[in-house]
């Protein structure tokens, strides 16, 4: 996408990140219509943002009636085992805080990845349509992995150039752990207010710099098509360089 539509937000550290994406998921519920939609990630960052939503000062701040809240992607596992991404923000704060029928996780207890997809984009769409109209989402929240994938989106590979679906199973996984997914593709994601990609530790500092230099990953493309696209970043995440104008340090 291009680095004009491109906001990076650079904070100290991991904790400083978690706290900052709290508080822009909290404004956007609070701008947000009578049912609010996130999209939620998996991985290791997000999951601190995650349990910080389950106790105070955020859990009170949080309408959790209102809120609906759906997966970018999932491993094709149990919810119970330890790869699943909706296990993870369930045992985070979902099972604690939001009302079971606003959780709406893509199914694995079906035959297939392909099968799952169907049965997710078929549920989106539906709420998509008692919305009545305009983004599917309030806030999308995505992160990146090290070969530039976002969601379940590895470069090269068919969903990430899906322009039809909204979902799509993918059999086989770029990186570990190399399990089949389901992933909601950019059509999908980009269906957003806000795209709020979030990113910290020195490891990612490599992928991030090829990011912002614009080349043509997943990740990189993934954007809101009508919205704001933040990256959230940490200093240890920080390349050294970027393409992008609008780099705020707090």
């Not at 105070?56 to 959790?64: A, G, K, L």
């Not at 969903?159 to 979902?167: G, I, M, P, Q």
């Not at 614009?214 to 940490?234: K, V």
């Amino acid at each position: 996408m291009s680095a004009a539509r491109r906001q990076i937000i650079v904070v100290k550290d991991a904790p400083a990140l978690a706290q900052t994406a709290a508080q822009r998921l909290v404004a956007c519920i609070e701008r947000g219509p009578a049912q609010t939609a996130i999209c939620l990630t998996g991985g290791s960052t997000p999951k601190r943002l995650y349990e910080l939503l389950a106790v105070s000062p955020w859990r009170e701040q949080i309408p959790w009636p209102r809120v609906h809240w759906f997966i970018g992607d999932d491993r094709f596992v149990p919810q119970d085992n330890p790869l699943s991404n909706t296990g993870m923000a369930r045992r985070a704060f979902l099972d604690a805080c939001a009302p079971p029928q606003n959780v709406h996780p893509i199914r694995t207890d079906v035959a297939t990845p392909d099968e799952a997809a169907r049965l997710y984009e078929s549920e989106l769409r539906a709420f998509g349509a008692s919305r009545g109209g305009g983004p599917l989402f309030d806030l999308v929240l995505l992160g990146v992995g090290p070969d530039g994938h976002t969601a379940s989106l590895f470069p090269g590979f068919p969903a990430a150039n899906e322009t039809k679906l909204w979902v799509a199973g993918v059999p086989v996984a770029n990186v570990a752990p190399f399990v089949p997914r389901v992933s909601l593709t950019l059509p999908c994601l980009e269906s957003a207010h806000e795209v709020l990609f979030m990113a910290s530790g020195h490891d990612k500092k490599s992928i991030l710099s090829r990011v912002f230099a614009g080349e043509y990953l997943p990740a990189a493309r993934a954007h809101a098509a009508s919205g704001e696209t933040i990256w959230l970043i940490d200093e240890a995440a920080a390349p050294q360089k970027t393409n992008d104008h609008s780099v705020h340090a707090r």
